[in-house]
């Protein structure tokens, strides 16, 4: 059924741009090598197309669309607007659920290595030290040089890039998956029902005590309104309790960062230093109090946001306030979430919230890579030619959008008025564009796709104020070992005794035999190791 | 060579058994035998471009790392006492669904029930899990609210320790009793209905019958099940845990699987993940060996 959609709107699309055929052909002529369907924008001077059609064929592994039913394999249309351009023909080896599974099978065994890949474990990069060291993941540095200028200048522009992508021995084995762009816009924070507030002629909490009078008039009043005053849950989480480290800005620290520098460049782990106490105490008296959801590992938090209950999220990006209100106002029509300030702990903090993370996936070609030289400027050209990357944030020009004779962009109606995908974001991944392949999300695009909404209006209060994220460097060897073999433990016990500390089943009195405890776990170990990679990445994007 | 002739004699007598049987011999041979020199990981560290044989031993570094991991006691004595409490409690219900099940008179309502009963094993664990969660929520879940009709304070169970294996194990015999009831409601369909003609027409009532007739009839089936079932008591897998536990129930949830996925599987370390599961294996043959031999030692059945 949705294939069949899919295929009909790409029909749409070609009789679209026969008939708007009269603008885009102009710039189509500058470029004659391409057969391009639209606007032909900067190649960024790699030249297309990179082979005759069909002459090389390339293997891709890793996440299907993010978009429930839709397939790279059923030809999406963005994914054939590239190889129309490119030449190159990709052969989809995605999975929309175990793919990490399968590839570590895959990786593991040696047995049907495809040529390009998402290395895994995602949402970490041992792997890439993994696969490197054991030859699977080969260098780029002189692909890089020879045949992508495009990817030369992202480098250029994002310095941090650059440093994350490159290994210990100095060579780069994987391109990460890049948010530096979109975080810039986007912030993660806490968002809160303003209806709320205004039902109880409460104002927008600044303060850590202003929060907790704000979390207390939700608890006892009937702050939405349905006649029951225990039905609310003030605070809740996405993703478990721990996410309410996120309240740190209230207790005397700059940022909502786990780890973070100093002034002198000396790395830190909030969780182990004194002042982390503080905010245990607060959070401790808060859940005992019944101020906290109790859904701990926040599974319950869409149905509780549903059901009109949840007075403030922690954790969560703007766009998603969006979502929440849209899940909200089945339940009540008056549903209206605002995203908040950063929580300080007086009227002269001056604590910024975090940017998220810069990355957390990464992409390499494999050894098993006929091509590579084909492989590298498709690439070049899908994560960071100025071309490709309106493919990947717009979709195609008719189909997707329309731009006008002064080059403003509006999205179709097919993107904002999709029957199937509601939201924006799905519309698009629907036909291909937002991958989950080479990522490099557009900040701009994303704005876009929000103008004239109050996720618009967060973004633009935060842009500019928000704290660089935390950079997480490639190991070295030892320190992959030490990492591996130490944090998976360590970790378990830090969240064990976070959640220990705020529910009251660990006394506050043994804060100090859980900083030595975690001490002797390797703690000071860990940071030892991200101070050095820290040290490295400075380095990298000094030079 | 009259051993010869003897091979020779009972192949052609039986080679339409042997052929019966072959797919079954190739399944174990390609999926279970095939990739046991895997076990070598174990003592080596793994290098995928070596391969198993190229890779350097290490000897027990692997087995060391477990054993010296702050958790390791831990997680033996919840991985036992979690497999122990599901064979408690998952293993006599069938049965007793099973003798109930055959009780019935009425075809069609037996029938009835015994779907019902088995369709739960259809349904994602995810699913479950999730209504569980839905009938437990401190927050307007239903159980909840009928509990504190009997004035029970409102909490989430999912955060008590103490909680976690009642609601792993109960849901999980909810799910399965009914499926696992199969095997036992095809044995009682083998019983010689003589049997019970006669005992009752000695005047045996359908109490004295269930357990003089129909128990000791099944009593093979379910000891060979029982033995079955213990060499498997320590594979527990890991996804039904991680849906159901979170950081405030670790100190009893936290099994050797899960602990593998964390540490094995998500950060790529193959050879630990082998390790594990090799002693997982070795303590599961203990244990089946052990009961086999008690199993044959006090009722003369067992499985070899």
Not at chain 2, 123 to 146: A, E, M, R
Not at chain 2, 231 to 240: D, F, P, Q, V
Not at chain 2, 246 to 257: E, H, K, Q, V
Request: net charge negative; charged share 20%; hydrophobic share 40%.
């Amino acid at each position: 059924m949705r294939k069949r959609f899919i295929r009909e709107m790409t029909a749409v699309s070609v009789a679209a741009v026969m008939a708007v055929a009269g603008g885009a052909t102009v710039f189509a002529e500058e470029v004659p090598d391409i057969e391009a369907t639209g606007t032909v924008y900067d190649l960024g001077g790699l030249t297309l197309p990179i082979c005759e059609p069909g002459e090389v064929s390339l293997t891709y592994m890793g996440n299907d669309t993010w978009c429930a039913g839709v397939s790279y394999n059923d030809g999406t249309a963005v994914q054939q607007e590239i190889e129309k351009r490119t030449g190159v023909h990709i052969e989809w080896d995605t999975y929309s659920s175990d793919v990490e599974t399968v590839l570590q099978t895959r990786m593991a065994s040696l047995e049907g290595l495809p040529d390009m890949v998402e290395v895994p474990p995602f949402d970490s990069n041992v792997g890439v030290d993994t696969y490197s060291r054991n030859g699977i993941l080969i260098p780029l540095n002189d692909l890089i040089a020879e045949h992508a200028p495009n990817i030369q200048a992202l480098f250029k522009k994002y310095p941090a890039l650059e440093a994350m992508c490159t290994s210990s021995d100095g060579n780069i084995y994987a391109l990460a998956g890049w948010w530096g762009d979109i975080n810039d816009y986007v912030p993660d924070y806490l968002y809160i029902r303003q209806d709320w507030l205004d039902n109880l002629g409460l104002e927008m909490p600044h303060t850590i005590d202003e929060l907790y009078d704000v979390l207390t008039a939700f608890k006892e009043q009937d702050a939405n309104g349905n006649g029951d005053p225990g039905d609310e849950i003030p605070l809740a989480t996405k993703a478990g309790l721990k996410n309410l480290y996120y309240l740190m800005t209230g207790f005397g620290y700059d940022t909502n960062s786990l780890w973070y520098t100093d002034m002198e460049g000396n790395v830190h782990y909030a969780a182990v230093e004194q002042q982390y106490k503080d905010m245990l105490t607060f959070l401790n008296k808060c859940y005992s109090e019944g101020l906290i959801s109790d859904d701990l590992d926040g599974t319950l938090l869409t149905q509780n946001i549903t059901e009109d209950k949840v007075g403030i999220v922690c954790h969560d990006p703007a766009d998603n306030m969006a979502s929440s209100d849209d899940m909200a106002l089945t339940g009540n029509p008056n549903c209206n979430y605002q995203f908040m300030p950063v929580i300080q702990a007086d009227e002269n903090g001056t604590a910024q919230m975090t940017k998220r993370a810069l990355t957390w996936h990464y992409y390499g070609i494999t050894s098993a890579c006929k091509n590579p030289e084909a492989a590298i400027k498709w690439i070049d050209y899908v994560y960071a030619s100025e071309d490709g990357r309106m493919l990947y944030s717009y979709g195609i020009e008719g189909l997707s959008y329309e731009k006008d004779e002064n080059g403003n962009i509006t999205f179709t109606d097919l993107i904002t008025n999709n029957e199937t995908y509601t939201s924006a974001f799905s519309a698009l991944r629907s036909i291909g564009a937002w991958p989950t392949y080479f990522i490099n999300d557009s900040g701009e695009a994303f704005m876009k796709i929000f103008e004239g909404t109050k996720v618009e209006d967060a973004c633009k209060a935060a842009y500019g104020n928000m704290r660089d994220p935390f950079p997480e460097m490639l190991g070295t060897a030892e320190e992959s070992e030490i990492y591996t073999s130490m944090w998976p433990d360590l970790s378990t016990y830090l969240d064990e005794m976070f959640t220990a500390f705020v529910i009251g089943t660990e006394s506050l009195d043994n804060f100090d035999s859980y900083v030595e405890t975690a001490n002797s776990m390797g703690m000071q170990q860990i940071i030892e190791i991200k101070g050095a990679q820290y040290a490295r990445y400075q380095e990298i994007t000094a030079g | 060579m009259t051993a010869l002739r003897t091979w020779k004699k009972y192949i052609r007598r039986d080679w339409m058994l042997l052929l019966i049987i072959l797919p079954g011999v190739i399944y174990f041979a390609v999926f279970c035998y095939g990739p046991m020199y895997g076990i070598l990981m174990a003592f080596k560290d793994y290098n995928i471009s070596k391969g198993i044989w190229g890779s350097p031993w290490v000897g027990l570094k692997h087995f060391k790392e477990l054993v010296g991991s702050v958790y390791f006691g831990r997680l033996v004595k919840n991985t036992f006492l979690l497999s122990i409490e599901q064979l408690i409690w998952s293993f006599p219900v069938p049965i007793a669904f099973a003798l109930l099940l055959n009780e019935i008179r009425n075809r069609k309502f037996q029938r009835f029930v015994q779907t019902a009963a088995y369709l739960p094993h259809f349904v994602s664990v995810v699913v479950v899990v999730g209504i569980l969660k839905d009938l437990l929520s401190s927050n307007g879940g239903v159980l909840t609210q009928f509990f504190s009709l009997f004035g029970v304070t409102p909490k989430n169970y999912f955060n008590l320790p103490e909680a976690f294996r009642p609601l792993y194990v109960g849901s999980g015999v909810w799910q399965e009793f009914g499926w696992n009831s199969i095997i036992y409601v095809a044995a009682i369909a083998g019983i010689d209905q003589q049997l019970y003609e006669s005992a009752a027409l000695d005047g045996a009532g359908r109490w004295k019958r269930l357990i003089h007739i129909t128990l000791p009839s099944i009593a093979p089936t379910i000891i060979l099940l029982l033995i079955l079932n213990m060499g498997n008591m320590l594979n527990i897998g890991y996804e039904k845990v991680i849906l159901m536990y979170n950081a405030a129930t670790y100190s009893t949830a936290d099994i050797f699987s899960t602990y593998v996925y964390r540490k094995g599987l998500l950060n790529a370390q193959y050879s630990f993940a082998s390790a594990v599961g090799l002693a997982n294996s070795v303590i599961n043959v203990i244990i089946l060996l052990g009961a086999n031999f008690l199993a044959k030692k006090t009722t003369e059945i067992s499985i070899f």
